[in-house]
């Protein structure tokens, strides 16, 4: 009764797009704690070895945005895919050098275990950004999840919406001072020593040795590529004219070791690809992909972030020792930088569909899921807008009696720096006067920067699967490395035994929380005593 109630309230929001009155009443709340109570008593702690890993990163996707993206896509009572997994953790951000960090030094601190400099890949706190000479010193260069799994004969992945030698996949594979060196054209010829990340991913290890690579950056690979409307070239980024063809050479390398590979550029080639080969690079775009909303579905257009993800499970589960994949919904935290929430919104619910598809192709008791983002972003959700309103609604200020939208952020660009001096005074603009619901929307920003700013404020992690337990507490970012080290038996802590032979309950399935047993026939299991106690109320 209470299921349908909220539906055909949802339902009802939806067809008038107004704010109703929801009247959720007394026993619906008390269903809904039962709901939530039977969960967490039957929640089973699930132990042994993780053979396979996905680790997603939904890119800027602090907690406001999870939260508005919940009421965006589901509704405020809805779930996000990962918001009914057992375990929740807080992972603190903060890099080596500062408070708020970059997609770089987080993507090192999660993969590699290590916290680094601002916009540093792949190596230690010793490197400082830009310094070539110090980011080519061995013992400063760090080994990636990527690594260990590798080493451990688990095949390896990664997917993204961003240019495959953006900020967060480069730190799963590269080694540079700088994120920006992207590919030849962006490096200083000070540093002309240092390798590019593009180059790193092909040449060197471990991104040779990378079974499945899909995700845009066609401009990095390639020199001289030419920009189209259907797939434009990241003109603030790096644009290779150094006249190589890195994909031809990810080719002669597979080729030249006998090893099977393919390569695919747009829906149809990724729908139709061999999952028995062993090698899989997929280029969907000359820069980042398009944002989902934007894309073009059809079969010469770009991919979903879920169409990607399920081909390289598909791809990657014939391997008998288990499979490492990162996936990364990027575009989020570039829907944030530009200042137009709903974008990040949508990204949001394209990862998180991403996530459902996963769940239901993979097997929970031998895949470890982990969702969390790198950092998060400086919107905010505020100002009291009524249930049902929307979350890109807008309310009132009683001071100036002016409108602002229900999203803000603290910083932003000009397009978001919505001031203007009349007659001696600063005035805000009207918000109502545009249409806050719309994609290319700018919500209002409080400081000018060239771009929205990251927040440093904690992220979430969301794990299911086994050991997903270890993540349930405060911890700091690193920690995510070595869960997922423990986990599946790869790098560090392979051999490391902590447990102290606590006690199991059916082969290693715990029933409850930490170490208790609880059985089915558990008093605690029935909820009579909260009924009789809501009918002696009324
Ligand atoms: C881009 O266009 C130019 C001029 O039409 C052409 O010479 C060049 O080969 C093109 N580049 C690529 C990578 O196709
Ligand atoms: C994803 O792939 C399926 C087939 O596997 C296809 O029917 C669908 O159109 C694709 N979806 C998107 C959003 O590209
Ligand atoms: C500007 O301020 C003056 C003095 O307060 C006032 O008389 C005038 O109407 C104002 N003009 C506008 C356009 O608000
Ligand atoms: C709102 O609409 C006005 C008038 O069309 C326009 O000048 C302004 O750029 C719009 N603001 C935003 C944030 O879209
Ligand atoms: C192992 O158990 C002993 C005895 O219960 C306890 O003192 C010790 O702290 C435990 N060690 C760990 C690592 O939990
Ligand atoms: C780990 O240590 C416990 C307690 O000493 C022991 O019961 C268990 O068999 C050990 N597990 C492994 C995999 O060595
Ligand atoms: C729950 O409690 C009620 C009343 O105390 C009892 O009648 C019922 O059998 C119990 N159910 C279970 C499953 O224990």
């Known amino acids: 009764m209470a299921v349908k109630c909220v539906i055909s309230l949802v339902i009802l929001v939806d067809l008038l797009n107004t704010a109703v009155t929801f009247k959720e009443d007394q026993s619906h709340w008390l269903k809904t704690g039962e709901e939530e109570l039977t969960k967490a008593l039957n929640k089973r702690l699930i132990e042994g070895t993780a053979k396979n890993v996905i680790l997603f990163i939904g890119d800027g996707m602090g907690l406001t945005t999870i939260t508005s993206s919940r009421i965006y896509g589901k509704g405020e009572a809805g779930h996000l895919a990962w918001e009914k997994f057992d375990n929740i953790g807080v992972l603190k951000t903060y890099s080596a050098n500062k408070l708020?960090?970059?997609?770089?030094?987080?993507?090192?601190?999660?993969?590699?275990?290590?916290?680094?400099?601002?916009?540093?890949?792949?190596?230690?706190?010793?490197?400082?950004?830009?310094?070539?000479?110090?980011?080519?010193?061995?013992?400063?260069?760090?080994?990636?999840?990527?690594?260990?799994?590798?080493?451990?004969g688990k095949s390896t992945g990664f997917v993204t919406t961003t240019r495959v030698t953006h900020a967060t996949p480069a730190a799963l594979y590269a080694h540079v001072p700088n994120r920006g060196w992207e590919c030849e054209n962006k490096i200083p010829t000070t540093a002309s020593k240092c390798k590019d990340i593009a180059k790193q991913l092909v040449e060197d290890m471990p991104g040779k040795n990378i079974q499945v690579i899909m995700g845009g950056g066609r401009q990095c690979l390639v020199s001289s590529v030419n920009g189209s409307?259907?797939?434009?070239?990241?003109?603030?980024?790096?644009?290779?004219?150094?006249?190589?063809?890195?994909?031809?050479?990810?080719?002669?390398?597979?080729?030249?070791?006998?090893?099977?590979?393919?390569?695919v550029t747009n829906n149809r080639e990724l729908e139709n690809l061999d999952t028995s080969v062993d090698y899989t690079l997929g280029i969907f775009a000359n820069g980042h992909l398009k944002m989902d909303y934007a894309r073009d579905k059809g079969p010469?257009?770009?991919?979903?972030?879920?169409?990607?993800?399920?081909?390289?499970?598909?791809?990657?589960?014939?391997?008998?020792?288990?499979?490492?994949?990162?996936?990364?919904?990027?575009?989020?935290?570039?829907?944030?930088?530009?200042?137009?929430?709903?974008?990040?919104?949508?990204e949001t619910i394209a990862f998180s569909n991403a996530i459902e598809k996963t769940i239901q192709?993979?097997?929970?008791?031998?895949?470890?899921?982990?969702?969390?983002s790198d950092h998060s972003h400086s919107m905010v959700l505020t100002g009291y807008p009524d249930r049902g309103s929307g979350v890109l609604?807008?309310?009132?200020?009683?001071?100036?009696?002016?409108?602002?939208?229900?999203?803000?952020?603290?910083?932003?660009?000009?397009?978001?720096?919505?001031?203007?001096?009349?007659?001696?005074?600063?005035?805000?603009?009207?918000?109502?006067?545009?249409?806050?619901?719309?994609?290319?929307?700018?919500?209002?920003?409080?400081?000018?920067?060239?771009?929205?700013?990251?927040?440093?404020t904690d992220v979430l992690v969301f794990s299911k699967g086994p050991m997903a337990h270890l993540l349930n507490s405060v911890h700091e970012q690193t920690y995510v490395a070595y869960v997922i080290s423990y986990a599946s038996k790869i790098g560090p802590f392979k051999d490391k035994n902590t447990t102290n032979g606590s006690k199991k309950?059916?082969?290693?399935?715990?029933?409850?929380?930490?170490?208790?047993?609880?059985?089915?026939?558990?008093?605690?299991?029935?909820?009579?005593?909260?009924?009789?106690?809501?009918?002696?109320?009324?």
């Open 361 to 372: 192709i993979t097997d929970p008791h031998e895949t470890l899921i982990i969702v969390t």
């Open 100 to 152: 708020v960090p970059d997609s770089c030094s987080t993507g090192t601190a999660l993969f590699c275990g290590v916290k680094a400099n601002h916009k540093t890949a792949g190596v230690d706190a010793t490197v400082e950004k830009d310094d070539c000479e110090a980011s080519m010193r061995k013992n400063a260069q760090l080994d990636s999840i990527i690594s260990w799994a590798q080493d451990a």
């Open 393 to 456: 609604s807008y309310t009132k200020s009683e001071i100036d009696l002016m409108p602002f939208t229900s999203l803000l952020y603290g910083t932003g660009g000009p397009n978001n720096y919505q001031f203007e001096a009349t007659n001696g005074t600063v005035k805000r603009q009207d918000p109502s006067v545009n249409d806050t619901t719309d994609f290319a929307y700018s919500q209002q920003a409080v400081v000018m920067t060239d771009e929205v700013t990251h927040s440093g």
């Open 300 to 346: 010469t257009g770009m991919p979903s972030l879920q169409n990607m993800t399920v081909k390289a499970i598909q791809l990657m589960a014939k391997k008998r020792n288990g499979y490492l994949l990162m996936v990364e919904g990027g575009m989020i935290d570039f829907a944030h930088h530009r200042g137009h929430a709903r974008q990040a919104l949508d």
């Open 229 to 263: 409307d259907a797939d434009p070239i990241d003109t603030w980024s790096c644009y290779s004219t150094d006249g190589r063809h890195l994909i031809e050479d990810w080719k002669q390398d597979k080729a030249a070791r006998g090893l099977s590979y393919q390569f």
């Open 505 to 538: 309950c059916n082969r290693g399935i715990f029933y409850g929380v930490g170490n208790h047993c609880l059985r089915n026939d558990n008093p605690f299991r029935n909820f009579s005593y909260l009924r009789r106690a809501v009918k002696a109320k009324r």
